[in-house]
């Protein structure tokens, strides 16, 4: 059997786990606590004409195949800048949820709140709430409950295959590429045809070579379970100071996130972790700065892994990383 169709095999495997541990426990089509594509520029141009010496927005870029915006909230008037990024796969909608309300949260809180008044006062947050706006609207138009990539045309049949087409945009940063074997362009994983080759990726690139980072946070939700309510670092070789710096602010992080259905917090995964061409590699590597993933979206006691729950779950999610954000932060003063 060829490299490529046991790698296929595998990949079917896992969906058809997945949608089966997806069913019966979470939510589809998309309910009101999840934000609407329709909805961000109008909330954006909101809370910029309410605190214009608060918070911008602009476009940063564009979708690789629909030209859709992709946008930045700029938000703050402190000169540490600070990334988050909400969204690169599809269906992983819970940190677009989580963007929207932490920057509409700081924005309504800055004048009444002293502990907000101070962090938007030492630093500057840019917030993309979505890497993946084509994918996003898929899932969020109610087209496809699973789906991981942007709506690159791979199979060049000139209509857009849902399941199939695409780049994982989380593979398509020009950093280990060569250590990525997804080159299937059926797979979920799909990396795309050469480094940096999709146009949402070019858009982060230059935002990240234009801003100094500081620190970097990238939000998903394990579709699987399997990673759920953990945050991983970038792959290294050795564990210098500034990595072990990142270690302590991320393990920080996640003790302060309790878990969505079982007992316990978040916690840090310490080892090895992917060596791929991903954001927080890339960032890390490439750009010299600080980034942790961190995998929203809780496992029940049945080991179903919930990425979709409904609204009353939703804004407790986002409310309980908003404050572990917001405590992150302060402790790094
Ligand atoms: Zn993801």
Redesign the pocket.
């Known amino acids: 059997m060829s490299k490529i169709s046991a790698c296929s095999i595998t990949i079917l495997g896992m969906f058809i786990l997945a949608s089966c541990a997806y069913q019966g426990v979470n939510k589809y089509p998309l309910t009101s606590a999840y934000p609407a594509p329709d909805d961000l520029l109008q909330r954006m141009n909101h809370l910029a004409s309410k605190y214009p010496s608060l918070l911008v927005h602009r476009i940063i870029g564009f979708t690789e195949t629909e030209r859709l915006p992709i946008y930045a909230i700029e938000l703050g008037k402190g000169q540490r800048n600070i990334l988050v990024i909400g969204q690169?796969?599809a269906d992983?909608v819970l940190g677009v949820a989580l963007s929207y309300h932490l920057f509409e949260y700081l924005a309504q809180s800055y004048q009444k709140d002293s502990r907000v008044q101070k962090i938007l006062n030492e630093y500057k947050l840019w917030i993309v709430p979505t890497l993946n706006p084509e994918g996003w609207k898929v899932v969020s138009e109610g087209n496809a409950r699973i789906k991981?990539k942007n709506n690159r045309d791979t199979d060049g049949n000139g209509k857009l295959d849902i399941r199939t087409d695409g780049v994982d945009l989380?593979r398509n940063y020009p950093v280990f590429w060569d250590l990525d074997n997804e080159t299937n362009p059926q797979s979920s994983f799909y990396k795309g045809s050469s480094p940096a080759s999709e146009s949402e990726i070019q858009a982060i690139i230059s935002l990240g070579r234009k801003v100094e980072f500081e620190l970097a946070f990238f939000y998903?939700?394990?579709l699987t379970g399997a990673t759920s309510e953990h945050i991983y670092l970038p792959a290294v070789d050795e564990e210098d100071e500034k990595f072990v710096r990142l270690q302590d602010i991320a393990d920080f992080y996640a003790k302060n996130v309790p878990r969505d259905y079982l007992r316990g917090t978040y916690a840090l995964h310490y080892g090895n972790t992917s060596k791929v061409g991903n954001a927080r590699n890339f960032f890390y590597h490439s750009l010299g700065v600080p980034g942790m993933?961190i995998?929203i979206g809780g496992v029940n006691k049945d080991g179903q892994s919930i990425i979709h729950p409904p609204d009353r779950m939703v804004k407790r999610i986002v409310r309980r990383h908003e404050q572990a954000l917001i405590k992150t932060l302060e402790m790094m003063l």
Do not use: K, V, Y
Request: charged content about 30%.
């Open positions: 690169h796969h992983e991981r989380n998903h939700s394990s993933l995998e």
